[in-house]
């Protein structure tokens, strides 16, 4: 949606390549890949005279035909897969084999021996950048890092400046988090907080032991994010030191809320294959060579007071924490809470760079469609928070979990129980997301022409996007399991 202004289900993605199940094969929009039906924003970039570069993670495409150097990007170098070890061992998120890199057109061997994922991707989108620093041409790069996917990795030192900092657990880092965010602005005092899933302890429920090994967690999972934002300033640092700061639009945004899925839990043969392949001993914790995750207690906290976390399409899973940054153009506001979507990101940097995007014709001799976001230049200019949508409502849809949001109202339906507390499973809720951004108030029953209203909206949107629905489960599924066999 990033890299297309349009819904995933239109894109390719309809659901990610590894979780394919069989009955979704060959449908359009399922082709796992960012497919052709899309001009996607390098190659439009690239044909204006843009200099195009990409480091970090592409999970758009696995082969040759559909890698970053297909579609659009002069140099590349990418993860093609949705996770990997942090270091240069290659590490799989699950199974056998090494994780897949490609530079360019072609397939990486061997990483550098002090290869770091957030070191590397940073230096070397820088070099791209030095290489053609006598070049005229403006320059467009994309740097998605891989950092905090799990497995959380990090280089001891980065983990020390963390130990004891969680200690106190995550039931007071959630409060703390969001009294912060009270503070900020963000929310006020009397919102709703979302309560622990299902199968979480409260802290002090955990023995020293698993409130030791929790704390661990937590501190290389905040290393891999101070990692990340060292490595941001040295990029801003560099733009910095070549005069290049002042003429460049930054664009910064998380892709999703954090991950507190109990991913051995749910994964079949995961826990087998962990304890086959590395060592989760406490004081390996941290290495190349060991696997763990965040975890719903500190994912609550990551997302508080949200409800639920990534891989849903609650509150807690879709709203992200992003910003524009362009002091030429942009005026400083302090926070803007509008309705935006990812979708918006391209049609706004088209416009600012004044490049016009072809529309549903004919494109590097293929039809594509024709983009669905609308431009946020309106609402980064001034102080304004109305921008001018074709459509007054945005959809989603993954792994069978759904929502719809039109203004303040939001519907959601989650297909399992699984470990998520205040649902109705197999039955849409209804929210008002401006008075309960936590989605903690079922207002089904007490609205129901609202309801039906937004699942009108819903239908059209199944419609419009090419929406295949099924009820299958994402951890559980055939589908993952064959992929991964």
Not at 77 to 96: E, P
Not at 133 to 149: G, I, V
Not at 225 to 247: A, C, H, I, M, R
Request: net charge neutral; hydrophobic share 35%.
């Amino acid at each position: 949606m990033l890299l297309s202004g349009i819904d995933n289900h239109i894109a390719g993605l309809g659901v990610m390549s590894e979780k394919l199940p069989a009955e979704f094969e060959g449908k359009p929009g399922y082709e796992g890949y960012l497919n052709f039906n899309v001009a996607a924003l390098p190659e439009l970039m690239k044909d204006a005279g843009y200099r195009t570069y990409m480091t970090g993670k592409w999970h758009l495409g696995h082969d040759k035909e559909t890698s970053p150097a297909a579609r659009g990007f002069d140099k590349s170098f990418v993860l093609t897969d949705g996770g990997a070890g942090a270091f240069n061992n290659k590490m799989r998120i699950f199974g056998s084999g090494e994780a897949n890199y490609r530079e360019n057109f072609e397939k990486v061997g061997k990483l550098p021996e002090d290869f770091y994922s957030t070191q590397f991707y940073t230096d070397t989108l820088i070099n791209y950048i030095e290489q053609d620093s006598k070049s005229d041409s403006p320059f467009f790069a994309y740097l998605a890092y891989s950092a905090p996917h799990w497995p959380l990795q990090a280089s001891r030192k980065s983990i020390e400046k963390y130990y004891g900092k969680y200690d106190e657990g995550y039931d007071v880092l959630n409060e703390k988090r969001l009294k912060k965010l009270q503070a900020l602005g963000l929310f006020d005092e009397s919102v709703n907080v979302f309560p622990r899933s299902i199968s979480t302890k409260a802290w002090a429920e955990l023995t020293p032991t698993e409130q030791r090994r929790q704390s661990r967690i937590m501190e290389i999972y905040a290393a891999m994010v101070d990692d990340l934002d060292q490595y941001v300033g040295k990029l801003v640092s560099y733009l910095k030191d070549t005069n290049q700061y002042n003429n460049t639009v930054i664009f910064f945004m998380s892709d999703n809320g954090p991950e507190g899925n109990v991913i051995a839990k749910y994964l079949p043969g995961f826990a087998e294959w962990i304890s086959n392949c590395c060592n989760n001993a406490f004081d390996n914790l941290g290495n190349a060579d060991s696997y763990v995750w965040l975890g719903p207690g500190w994912a609550r906290a990551g997302s508080a007071p949200l409800r639920m976390f990534k891989s849903h399409t609650s509150q807690g899973a879709l709203r992200s924490p992003a910003f524009f940054h362009y002091p030429k153009k942009f005026a400083a506001q302090k926070n803007n809470q509008t309705f935006i979507n990812v979708k918006d990101v391209m049609p706004t940097l088209l416009e600012l760079t004044h490049i016009k995007h072809p529309g549903a014709v004919k494109y590097h001799d293929r039809d594509i469609v024709d983009m669905q976001g609308d431009s946020l230049i309106p609402l980064l200019k001034s102080s304004t928070n109305k921008i001018m949508r074709k459509q007054n409502f945005t959809g989603w849809e993954l792994y069978a979990y759904r929502a719809l949001r039109s203004g303040d109202w939001k519907i959601y339906y989650s297909p399992q129980v699984r470990d998520e507390p205040l649902v109705n499973a197999k039955k849409w809720q209804l929210f008002n997301v401006l008075n309960d951004p936590a989605e903690v108030i079922d207002l089904a029953d007490k609205y129901p022409k609202k309801l039906a209203e937004l699942l009108k909206l819903w239908d059209v949107y199944v419609e419009e996007n090419g929406v295949i629905i099924a009820e299958y489960c994402y951890f559980n599924s055939l589908a993952f399991n064959n992929a991964l066999s």
